[in-house]
């Protein structure tokens, strides 16, 4: 057909241009951890695994990364049971007031990060619960909530209801019909969710800036402090675990439920 | 014959003791209550954002006092008055605004051919290619993404050095307003195009086919068919793109090295570098007002849209 091909050549130039700008941090990233030299340079100074020698040797970084999946792991634990039971509730049942109830639900996507922050900070600092590292995890689970209930309606919208009464008819009490059939027809829901806030905890940068003291910084705040004043090597290579995370949660996301889940039209 | 009851599983006679405690605690007569039982968690967790909203709120109303470093106890609008009339807020807030509406443009403008090839694509593994292309540095984090444009443009950065080897003297590539609207472009398109994606998808083909044999180029397919009804999509993907890149903190900081900041930033100082708690509170709630008119706007002119959580109508 006739314009088909300025179609593609046009299309693909933004698309290339596109995968250029997504791509070239990363790859950056991941050559200069890879260098011989004392400094990022270009063209590289060969090649060698120096410094991941040296983050396995600083206990600083290591540390660090600790903390950040230990706080991935507490906003991971609180999140699944919150957001799947009221993601199957707001799919479910007819709750009056859902409006209301959605819109207080998405309360973290509309208020900024540095608002939920301070405020968290505040109440966080009036309680005195600040310098602690489970305080930040139910903070990355506060903020980032309405990931896992969008995760868990848009997999509830294909439960029938029918099976539920179905269990029901055949005699299944009502727990035993939410465990057995409600939260398994759920579950790619649950699984999308709880990688993504894994993922997102993990990464959480201004949150953790905001409620860690210099005792119990993460990951991401060291990378910060540390790039303020120098950028050497050995920042790449901590970064390139980041990137390593965030590969196997990909492999794992597309394994389990596909990634195409996201292209889908609700 | 029916076998005696003790012969049942354990895990069986667990769930029945289960059953019989949640009958006991939660009669059939509170049904109705159930959904809200089931929601308590997660009214509860955003409840502390809640509070802290109203901490905030509080703190606003009171100045700091300059002899003793502590917020007074009287109430006052002291900080709101400053926020709306001092020459530094107004630039910090202007360069946020205006960076947010180009980054959003522009943004839009890379995730729309994007969106369109993914899902248009007759080839899955090109698609899961464009997939994971974006979800990868979506997964990464903004400090490493950050990091990785210090590196590219930095005053010994790849970009420069390239340059010197053609003898171009080296360029100041950082810490400007380009760089920090351009980190938040790359930090915004996976957002973008993942909103876009499913509005695109809704999409028949056929449309297309349609305009197409009626005489349309491409050009005109895009135009009158096309990005019209992808405009909930462009809608929903704008909002987010422009209310994340308003109040990004990250991003500024970095790239901007300090001379660019953004609201963010300035409400961070405000709590970190003067100490003054009303003054960055105050700021805060700006901000949260702000973002909440703009989204609070967009639903109710077109819907939550892709952002809908809950039944399918």
């Known amino acids: 057909m006739k314009g088909d091909r300025s179609k593609a050549v046009t299309l693909w130039g933004f698309v290339i241009a596109a995968l250029v700008m997504l791509s070239a941090p990363t790859l950056v990233v991941l050559g200069a951890s890879f260098t011989a030299g004392n400094m990022i340079t270009f063209p590289p100074e060969g090649l060698s695994l120096k410094w991941y020698a040296a983050i396995a040797g600083a206990t600083d970084l290591r540390d660090a990364f600790f903390r950040s999946a230990i706080v991935a792991t507490i906003c991971t634990a609180i999140s699944i049971p919150t957001g799947t039971l009221a993601g199957i509730a707001l799919a479910k049942y007819r709750v009056r007031f859902a409006a209301g109830v959605q819109i207080y639900l998405l309360l973290p996507f509309t208020v900024p990060l540095i608002g939920s922050g301070i405020g968290l900070m505040l109440i966080f600092g009036k309680w005195g619960l600040l310098g602690q590292l489970w305080p930040v995890g139910i903070a990355c689970a506060v903020i980032n909530l309405p990931f896992m209930i969008w995760a868990v309606t848009a997999s509830a919208a294909g439960l029938d209801p029918d099976l539920e009464l179905a269990a029901a008819n055949c005699g299944a009490p009502p727990l035993s019909t939410f465990l057995a059939v409600t939260v398994p027809a759920v579950t790619p829901g649950i699984i999308t969710g709880a990688l993504l806030m894994f993922i997102l905890a993990l990464n959480e940068f201004l949150v953790s800036l905001l409620l860690v003291d210099a005792r119990i910084v993460t990951l991401p705040v060291q990378i910060y402090n540390s790039i303020r004043s120098i950028i050497t090597p050995d920042l790449a290579a901590i970064s390139v675990v980041f990137i390593a995370v965030a590969a196997i949660a990909i492999a794992l996301l597309d394994w389990l439920v596909g990634l195409d889940i996201f292209l889908k039209s609700k | ?313």
């Open chain 2, 1 to 313: 014959m029916r076998p005696s009851r003790t012969s049942y599983p354990l895990s069986w006679r667990l769930m029945d003791a289960v059953e019989a405690v949640a009958a006991a605690v939660w009669p059939r007569s509170f049904s109705a209550a159930v959904p809200w039982l089931m929601l308590m968690p997660a009214v509860v967790l955003v409840g502390l954002l809640v509070l802290g909203l109203w901490d905030m709120a509080d703190g606003s109303f009171r100045t700091l006092d300059t002899a003793t470093f502590l917020p007074s106890d009287d109430y006052s609008l002291a900080n709101y008055d400053r926020a709306f009339t001092e020459k530094l807020f107004f630039t910090v807030a202007s360069r946020s605004l205006i960076g947010s509406l180009i980054v959003t443009v522009i943004t839009l403008v890379f995730a729309f051919p994007y969106s369109y090839v993914m899902v248009r694509t007759r080839s899955a593994a090109l698609r899961k290619f464009l997939l994971i292309a974006l979800f990868l540095p979506f997964f990464i984090g903004q400090v490493v993404r950050a990091y990785g444009w210090l590196i590219i443009l930095g005053s010994q950065g790849m970009v420069n050095e390239a340059l010197g080897l053609v003898g171009v003297a080296p360029i100041r590539l950082l810490y400007n307003y380009p760089a920090v609207l351009f980190g938040l472009v790359q930090y915004m398109l996976p957002f973008a195009v993942l909103m876009l994606a499913p509005a695109l998808t809704a999409i028949p083909e056929e449309m297309e086919s349609a305009a197409g044999s009626l005489g349309a180029n491409w050009v005109r397919t895009f135009i009158h068919v096309v990005l019209p009804l992808a405009k909930p999509g462009f809608i929903g993907a704008g909002l987010v793109v422009m209310t994340l890149s308003l109040t990004d903190f990250a991003i500024p900081a970095i790239l901007g090295g300090g001379s660019q900041d953004f609201i963010a930033n300035a409400i961070y100082d405000q709590f970190f570098r003067t100490s003054d708690q009303g003054m960055g509170a105050t700021l805060a709630l700006l901000l949260v007002a702000v973002g909440s008119i703009m989204v609070g706007v967009v639903f109710a002119l077109f819907g939550a849209g892709t952002l809908a959580m809950g039944r399918s109508k």
